[in-house]
């Protein structure tokens, strides 16, 4: 029986032991999943504090990836995880928490977007850690595709400018258009904030459009779109 929530004990400790045990013999095949199959820096696996559970752990998690959440403080809310091996039952499984309240990821990303003025937004936490990895410190997730009013007045306290980088298939149009509709529904422009969509390529995520295309051509997008919306509004 899988749980929905672990004692806060029970968290920070899983959390933990995954980080030492991604370094070890046992992580190798974990690790080189973050750096080789993912393109993650050392530095990002370690600052985002990224683990790993053994297959031979007696645990409900072994063999999976953890990938903690912590809230723009830094306190440990939930654990998300995915298992290495793709075949397997509830291979994606995370604890049930409010994700309606929390930006993944604020925590690393608060001083940069400060710094630029300008937030952008994806879907996934590996899309977090890889623009991180290539120099995107201003990139955050909303742990699925439903921005709130709750995250963006969340964000309201760093920037005004967020860009809705969501993925290009049709559950992330459809992100962006909900976006717009909350955008307009609670006036937020009144309040000078700022909704950019960024358009993809169809069923392009954000980290594969970097990878193909180079972080260069991801700046010239983020300005397109800038421009668009300027042209517009």
């Not at 095949?29 to 990224?50: P, T, V």
């Not at 980088?165 to 717009?180: T, V, Y």
Request: hydrophobic content about 35%; proline content about 2%; overall charge positive.
């Amino acid at each position: 029986m899988w749980q929905k929530r672990f004692r806060e004990v029970d968290r920070k400790k899983i959390v933990q032991v995954a980080k030492n045990s991604l370094w070890s013999k046992e992580g190798e095949k974990a690790l080189e999943y973050l750096r080789f199959k993912r393109g993650f820096s050392d530095d990002i696996i370690k600052e985002f504090d990224f683990g790993y559970c053994p297959l031979n752990i007696n645990h409900q998690l072994r063999g999976r990836l953890i990938t903690p959440i912590y809230d723009s403080h830094k306190q440990l809310v939930a654990l998300s995880t995915r298992h290495l091996d793709e075949s397997v039952d509830n291979r994606f499984w995370h604890e049930s928490f409010d994700k309606s309240s929390y930006v993944y990821a604020l925590c690393y990303a608060k001083k940069s977007i400060m710094k630029y003025h300008k937030v952008i937004i994806v879907e996934g936490e590996f899309d977090v850690a890889y623009l991180h990895t290539v120099g995107f410190k201003m990139v955050v997730s909303i742990c699925g595709s439903a921005l709130t009013l709750s995250q963006t007045v969340l964000l309201s306290r760093y920037c005004r400018e967020m860009y809705l980088a969501f993925d290009g298939d049709k559950q992330g149009q459809i992100a962006i258009e909900r976006s717009l509709k909350l955008f307009k529904k609670h006036n937020l422009g009144a309040y000078g904030i700022k909704f950019i969509p960024v358009k993809f390529p169809i069923d392009t995520d954000p980290d594969e459009f970097v990878k193909k295309e180079k972080k260069e051509a991801f700046r010239k997008l983020l300005i397109e779109s800038r421009s668009e919306y300027e042209l517009y509004n």
